[in-house]
């Protein structure tokens, strides 16, 4: 059985195996031989897939922005206005409350990066076209979707760490906070 899934290793599934292996343990247990192990390989045989672990790392960023890419896609679909951004926003929390572990591989500037530039577009696109419905436009456009990336960044972040201790409910705090971008929007 390992034969067979060695004549099949590729970068997508050796990406696939840092993936499981992040949402397990943790971005800090992504080891080469980690990933050697978990795909029956030795570690010398993923370089023919990757590079480095730095190259897998980036790799692994890339592919969680292509993951939040579709899922915020498909929910924004049809939808405009504040009903877009607020299932924007709530799809957001929803991602990085689902899997902490693979959105901290998300780098923080993936635009600036040649090796994640194309994913980071294609998820600014995505806040960018929500935005096209208050009329924002060019630098408009990025002033508000750094704000409601940092507010949903900060909110799922703090969530996703278990840093809301307050018995209140997290759902009705993150509704007012919805609530309170979406009134920051030109109406």
């Known amino acids: 059985m390992k034969r067979s899934y060695r004549a099949g290793l590729s970068t997508a599934a050796v990406v696939e195996a840092a993936l499981a292996i992040i949402d397990e343990q943790g971005a ?20 023919k897939h990757v590079g ?38 709530r799809e957001y929390r929803g991602y990085v409350t689902a899997h902490p572990a693979r959105y901290a591989a998300v780098p923080a500037d993936a635009l600036h990066d040649a090796r994640t530039a194309e994913a980071g577009q294609r998820l600014l696109e995505v806040f960018l076209a929500v935005l096209r419905g208050y009329g924002l436009t060019d630098s408009d456009a990025v002033h508000a979707t750094r704000c409601v990336r940092a507010v949903v960044h900060g909110f ?32």
């Open 28 to 47: 800090d247990a992504l080891t080469l031989a980690a990933v050697a192990q978990r795909t029956g390989v030795a570690a010398p045989s993923l370089y």
């Open 52 to 89: 480095s672990l730095a190259e897998l790392r980036t790799l692994v960023g890339a592919r969680v922005l292509e993951e939040m890419t579709g899922r915020f896609t498909r929910a924004v679909i049809g939808r405009s206005g504040d009903e877009a951004v607020e299932v924007l926003m």
């Open 156 to 187: 799922a972040s703090i969530e996703a760490s278990g840093g809301f201790g307050l018995p209140e409910d997290l759902d009705e705090t993150y509704a007012r906070l919805v609530r309170m971008t979406v009134a920051s929007l030109p109406h």
